[in-house]
């Protein structure tokens, strides 16, 4: 089955720790992006990448870094330069074409700062 | 910049009951429009969407209509279940700068009671 995979669902860090957030899609997507969701907030963009090799800062990129060394895979890492990391984390893909581009969506990793 | 507006919940409605989500967003150009659906601990799910003015999305019941002349997508049901206790996301989408981005609504939480 196509779609898009997340690992960990939940994910654990101490303070001052990088942790690495897994995003895999097997829908040859080219686009891919990361949000982060807070309680009663929406979406807020963190980085995407229109291609392979190419990424760019969205909304609230500090704090956060990013690869995209294939096309299936888009990690996010974030780095004990993130003051507030204990969020929802939600990837997603789209194909890169003019028009209505739906995003896809992966299932979420939960992080938790202790 | 882009904006997108919602109204604000959480929503509480008994089963069968009749349900409005008011959604209005800048008219920056012409954007397509989405609704998002994302139950609890889970990814988002595209819902419906419209790509073009007078275009009407539909997916399970719901519907949405695209109003350029007012700019909104009010997402509607005629008689809700307890299995659409959800939180619903109106997203319109935005080319620019050679990539193409959603902008996310707040989100409405909607309880469907017995």
């Known amino acids: 089955d196509g779609g898009i995979t997340q690992s960990p669902k939940y994910l654990f860090r101490k303070e001052g720790q990088n942790v690495t957030l897994s995003c895999e899609q097997n829908?040859?997507?080219?686009?891919m992006y990361w949000y982060r969701q807070d309680p009663g907030q929406g979406l807020r963009l963190i980085y995407y990448?229109?291609?392979?090799?190419?990424?760019q800062k969205g909304d609230i990129a500090e704090g956060y870094s990013v690869s995209r060394e294939k096309k299936e895979s888009f990690p996010l890492t974030v780095t004990s330069a993130q003051k507030n990391p204990t969020a929802f984390y939600l990837c997603?893909?789209?194909?890169?074409?003019?028009?209505?581009?739906?995003?896809?969506f992966g299932p979420g990793t939960r992080l938790t700062v202790l | 910049g882009d904006s997108v507006t919602q109204m604000e919940g959480p929503v509480t409605l008994s089963e069968e009951a009749f349900l409005t989500i008011n959604c209005t967003y800048t008219?920056?150009?012409?954007?397509?429009l989405f609704w998002y659906v994302q139950y609890p601990g889970e990814g988002l799910q595209l819902l419906l969407k419209?790509?073009?003015?007078?275009d009407k999305g539909s997916n399970k019941g719901f519907e949405a209509t695209y109003r350029k002349e007012t700019t909104s997508f009010h997402l509607e049901k005629g008689s809700v279940q307890v299995s659409d206790s959800a939180v619903y996301f109106c997203?319109?989408?935005?080319?620019?700068?050679?990539?193409?981005?959603?902008?996310f609504g707040k989100g409405t939480k909607l309880s469907v009671i017995p």
């Open positions: 829908l040859n997507h080219d686009a």
């Open positions: 997203a319109p989408g935005y080319s620019g700068a050679g990539s193409y981005q959603l902008t």
């Open positions: 419209a790509t073009k003015a007078d």
């Open positions: 997603a893909s789209s194909m890169r074409r003019s028009g209505s581009n739906e995003q896809f």
């Open positions: 008219a920056t150009g012409y954007p397509s």
């Open positions: 990448s229109q291609i392979v090799n190419d990424f």
